[in-house]
């Protein structure tokens, strides 16, 4: 019998604290359910998290938290590789050869992440331009297959694509070309205080996002303080009531009740009442979260990473030193 390979997952947060729902139904969420069929590599990206400026001693205890959460959400250390992006060099330095031989000034030019963490300020971080390079890297590393994430990382993974081929038709073929996995509901949740833009753990206010580490008083607040549209009908039509759409969306994956249950049930009642509801769903998430995650001790978080991080460097250790001999400089 021939024994197929599993494919290879591969998929990352940065650090850069309040992890927010956007991030557990959009990509998090969804990872404990691929560990059973595929090689799984999760990894905390710290050095993605640097391309804007953060406070050390905060940053040290984001990327515990950020790994914790991973565990607290059904990522098992047994079936899948956990590990912190800075403690594998590779992923730089692989960085670096893409910089020079893949990537091109007018590629990166067209990233719109950049330009609307930028918002045209030329005074960044030559990191925040440079950023979808090192994600193509953690990626190309790996072999991986398919990367799930949220609705906005789709451009920085058809650029990973584009890197990978120009380097093969170059030089080798020696990246397998991977491809986005984004699910249809909750791959772009909307901000609370803004329902055209997304839920953003860099968002200005705190109203923006429910943090997965939010008391329940915070959670109901900003639910009750959410914006809504004009009408008082719970209907879910995202072009004339994205607000609405939005809560439903998670209130429907927060619940597993459909949104088309969830507009009967809401049928002649107003949004008091829908918000009211949707709150209790919430905060009920969160207990339950908030108690596996508070199971975890720092101390395991530390070694989970550890033994991630001698698997996952076992892997990019091999992937790189091909790149550097078809490049001439091993
Ligand atoms: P920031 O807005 O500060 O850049 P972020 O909230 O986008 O941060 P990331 O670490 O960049 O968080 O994203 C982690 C994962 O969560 C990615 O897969 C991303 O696509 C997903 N994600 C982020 N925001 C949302 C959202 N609002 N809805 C769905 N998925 C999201
Ligand atoms: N850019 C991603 C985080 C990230 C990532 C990755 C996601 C860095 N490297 C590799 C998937 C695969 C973001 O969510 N902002």
């Given at each position: ?8 997952i ?48 905060e940053?040290?205890?984001?990327i515990?938290?950020?790994?914790k ?15 912190q ?13 893409l ?13 719109t992440?950049?330009?609307?963490k ?14 979808p390079?090192?994600?193509?890297s ?25 890197l ?15 491809e ?5 509901s ?5 901000g ?13 206010s ?12 915070q ?13 008082s ?41 829908f ?11 969160l207990?339950?979260?908030?108690k596996?995650?508070?199971k ?6 530390v070694?989970?990473l ?13 992937k790189?030193s ?5 490049l001439?400089?091993?």
């Open positions: 019998m021939i024994h197929q390979e599993k494919p290879t591969f998929s990352g947060v940065q650090p850069s604290g309040n992890l927010h729902l956007g991030n557990y139904l959009g990509a998090i969420s969804r990872w404990a359910n691929l560990q059973d069929k595929n090689q799984c590599i999760f990894c905390v990206v710290d050095y993605h998290a640097i391309t804007i400026k953060q406070d050390p001693l940053l040290k205890k984001n515990i938290e950020t790994a959460i991973y565990l607290a959400s059904g990522i098992d250390p047994k079936k899948s590789i956990i590990f992006q800075s403690q594998v060099s590779e992923h730089t330095e692989l960085a670096w050869i910089n020079c031989v893949s990537a091109r000034m007018s590629d990166l030019n067209k990233m992440q950049y330009k609307d930028a918002e045209g300020n030329e005074n960044v971080s030559v990191g925040l331009f440079d950023y390079v090192l994600m193509a953690d990626i190309l590393l790996y072999n991986t297959d398919l990367v799930p994430t949220g609705e906005d990382q789709k451009q920085h993974v058809e650029l990973s694509r584009t990978a081929k120009r380097f093969n038709s170059q030089y080798k073929e020696l990246f397998r070309i991977p986005p996995l984004i699910e249809r909750g791959a772009r949740i909307m609370l205080d803004d329902a055209f833009k997304k839920m953003s753990k860099s968002a200005k705190e109203f923006n996002y429910i943090g997965l580490l939010d008391s329940p008083e959670a109901r607040k900003k639910i009750m303080k959410a914006v809504t549209d004009t009408g009908e719970i209907k879910y039509d995202k072009e004339n009531k994205p607000a609405i759409s939005n809560l439903l969306t998670i209130y429907s994956l927060l619940s597993k009740k459909t949104i088309k249950e969830l507009e009967v049930d809401y049928k002649g009642r107003g949004y008091g009442d918000k009211k509801d949707l709150a209790e769903v919430v905060i009920n998430f207990s339950d979260f908030q596996r995650y508070n975890i001790s720092d101390k395991e978080v070694s989970v550890l033994k991630g991080k001698k698997k996952a460097k076992n892997i990019a250790e091999k790189l091909e790149v550097k001999k078809s001439g400089v091993l």
